[in-house]
T-cell receptor
Framework: EPEVTQTPSHQVTQMGQEVILRCVPI?????FYWYRQILGQKVEFLVS????????KSEIFDDQFSVERPDGSNFTLKIRSTKLEDSAMYFC?????????????FGDGTRLSIL | DAKTTQPTSMDCAEGRAANLPCNHS???????VYWYRQIHSQGPQYIIH???NNETNEMASLIITEDRKSSTLILPHATLRDTAVYYC???????????FGKGTRLSVIA
């Protein structure tokens, strides 16, 4: 069964450094998402992306965050200058676009640890 | 999206059916009910979704009441691997941002 893959599984970064989290969505999906989950808290929506532009974003997704689809397969989340509070699990998801009630499928996440 | 309410935790004996309730009394006519689960900090895993009719797939069954104000996810023969947090989400479309609550922590006991 096709799946969303995320790399790396664990990223350790010094505060203030830039970090890029990578995702390969399911191949025929055209809607992409990033969510995050701080340890012990709820899964929170960050941003959705369709047709090479952001569709929706949450208040969390400020100017320090950006997303990109650099080629036909990858979808990335960049945090420009990391803060301690960015430490969390980051989940990528994708969904089909042609039928509106198709579910989002999630990857297993990248654990981001900011030191 | 309509707010959903779920019990904080439930236990189920291995091999028995696990019935997880969800209340969504303010759901509108074109909102779907989606169920996801999260096993120990893995990514949320899609289980099933429905609008009005009951649904069944290889993982579970979804029973939606006639007035659509509540639903029940049924895992027919729970195994230890079904221990997870289960989320019930009401949303207009699978492509809109999912709003996760705290879910129900299901513990399957041997």
């Amino acid at each position: 069964e096709p799946e969303v893959t995320q790399t790396p599984s664990h990223q350790v970064t010094q505060m203030g450094q830039e970090v890029i989290l990578r995702c390969v969505p399911i191949s025929n999906h055209l809607y992409f998402y990033w969510y995050r989950q701080i340890l012990g808290q709820k899964v929170e929506f960050l941003v959705s992306f369709y047709n090479n532009e952001i569709s929706e974003k949450s208040e969390i997704f400020d100017d320090q965050f950006s997303v990109e689809r650099p080629d036909g397969s990858n979808f990335t989340l960049k945090i420009r200058s990391t803060k301690l509070e960015d430490s969390a699990m980051y989940f990528c998801a994708s969904s089909e676009v042609w039928v509106s009630n198709q579910p989002q499928h999630f990857g297993d996440g990248t654990r981001l640890s900011i030191l | 999206d309509a707010k959903t309410t779920q019990p904080t935790s439930m236990d189920c004996a291995e091999g028995r059916a696990a019935n997880l309730p969800c209340n969504h009394s303010t759901i509108s006519g074109n909102e779907y009910v989606y169920w996801y689960r999260q096993i120990h900090s893995q990514g949320p895993q899609y289980i099933i979704h429905g609008l009005k009719n009951n649904e069944t797939n290889e993982m579970a069954s979804l029973i939606i009441t006639e007035d659509r104000k509540s639903s029940t996810l049924i895992l027919p023969h729970a195994t230890l691997r079904d221990t997870a947090v289960y989320y019930c989400i009401a949303t207009y479309s699978g492509n809109t941002p999912l709003v996760f609550g705290k879910g129900t922590r299901l513990s399957v006991i041997a």
